[in-house]
């Protein structure tokens, strides 16, 4: 079975702090796909990234990146500077066969 | 935007009554999935469809069940609803027409209050 753990349940920093939020998984698939989603307090789910398990280039997109270390089954994802409007509760998940396996999340709060 | 609706968005019931809850997307795709958010454990699935008529458990289906008549609509019925099962209800569909490890992109939630 397949599991996805976020150890840190809540992380507290202040702005224009960089910070990482941590994701291990757990799969015996040689093919599988990483997810991470952004849940902002209206409470929508947006999808921030895919990477799949033949990919472990580092990742960049403007002030977020991913480090993906398959020796680990780590998929670790940090905010560079990060702002107020990066608060949120952010999820990691793994899929196999068209179904995801999310981790518990982990709720970021930045504070000004 | 990935064109998917859920209705209603808030709802209290009481224990025992069933309750179905609606999920429409615009833009034809196979798979869709009933997911429920509960703090300390993120989303877990409840069922899923990859087609009209064809449907499968997810890991917490006991007391869900589901039916998708058309490609567009998923429904999701309580068939006696229980305090345990108040939550947010969240539906998602996958694009990529089926091929494994595609995104999900996700509805806007139902609240659901079992009282």
């Known amino acids: 079975a397949q599991k996805v753990t976020q150890a840190q349940t809540e992380i507290s920093v202040v702005e224009k702090e960089d910070v990482t939020l941590d994701c291990v998984y757990e799969?015996?698939?040689?093919?599988?796909?990483l997810f991470w989603y952004k849940q902002p307090p209206s409470g929508e789910l947006v999808f921030l990234i895919r990477?799949?398990?033949?990919?472990?280039q580092n990742e960049i997109s403007g002030r977020y990146s991913w480090n993906f270390q398959k020796s680990t089954s780590s998929f670790n994802f940090t905010i560079t500077a990060s702002q107020v409007v990066d608060s949120a509760v952010y999820f990691c998940?793994?899929?196999?066969?068209?179904?995801?396996?999310f981790g518990g999340g982990t709720r970021l709060m930045v504070k000004p | 935007d990935a064109g998917i609706t859920q209705s209603p968005r808030h709802k209290v019931t009481e224990t025992g009554t069933p309750v179905t809850l609606r999920c429409h997307q615009t833009?034809?795709?196979?798979?869709m999935y009933w997911y429920r958010q509960d703090p300390g454990h993120g989303l877990r699935l409840i069922h899923y469809?990859?087609?009209?008529?064809?449907?499968d458990k997810g890991e917490v289906s006991d007391g869900y069940s589901v039916s998708r008549s058309k490609t567009e609509d998923f429904l999701l019925t309580l068939e006696s609803a229980t305090s345990s099962q108040t939550s947010v209800y969240f539906c998602?569909?996958?694009?990529?027409?089926?091929?494994?490890?595609?995104?999900?992109?996700f509805g806007p939630g139902t609240r659901l209050t079992v009282t």
């Open positions: 998602a569909i996958s694009v990529g027409g089926g091929r494994e490890g595609h995104e999900q992109y």
């Open positions: 799969t015996r698939d040689t093919t599988y796909y």
């Open positions: 990477r799949n398990s033949f990919d472990e």
């Open positions: 998940a793994l899929s196999e066969a068209n179904m995801l396996t």
């Open positions: 833009e034809n795709h196979r798979y």
């Open positions: 469809s990859y087609g009209v008529k064809d449907t």
